[in-house]
């Protein structure tokens, strides 16, 4: 299975922060498992300790593309503040950007360069 990222933009539309990262690419399959994501419920898996492991980055690829989640491990709940460009300050700033991190080095082992790239 390849999971192509082929969302429709609509002006004034915010993007997810894995749609801005994947846009345009093809995921590829067969290197998810090499990189230590898991197949589990028709989805591929992979949980990342950070911020010193008070939270985790949870991102899952399927069909319909990536998602992720960033969860509070004091509480095992989801810590969705980090996806709102407007809530700023050290600490919110740099658990976004170690989400981030994660995703753009991960894609750049997963990707198939040459479609459809911005």
Do not use: W
């Not at 898996?45 to 990536?66: C, P, Q, T, W």
């Not at 996806?83 to 894609?107: A, D, P």
Request: hydrophobic fraction near 35%.
């Amino acid at each position: 299975m390849d999971v192509f990222l082929n969302d429709t933009i609509i002006c004034g539309e915010i993007m997810k922060i894995e749609e801005e990262i994947f846009y345009g690419y093809i995921l590829d399959e067969e290197k998810l498992t090499s990189f230590g994501f898991n197949y589990v419920d028709d989805k591929y898996i992979k949980d990342y300790k950070i911020h010193n492991d008070e939270f985790s980055a949870l991102i899952m690829i399927d069909r319909n593309g990536v998602n992720g989640q960033i969860i509070d491990n004091n509480f095992d709940e989801e810590f969705p503040l980090f996806r709102n460009e407007k809530v700023v300050g050290e600490f919110i700033g740099s658990l976004r950007e170690e989400y981030k991190e994660i995703l753009v080095t991960y894609s750049h082992h997963l990707k198939k360069r040459g479609l459809l790239a911005r």
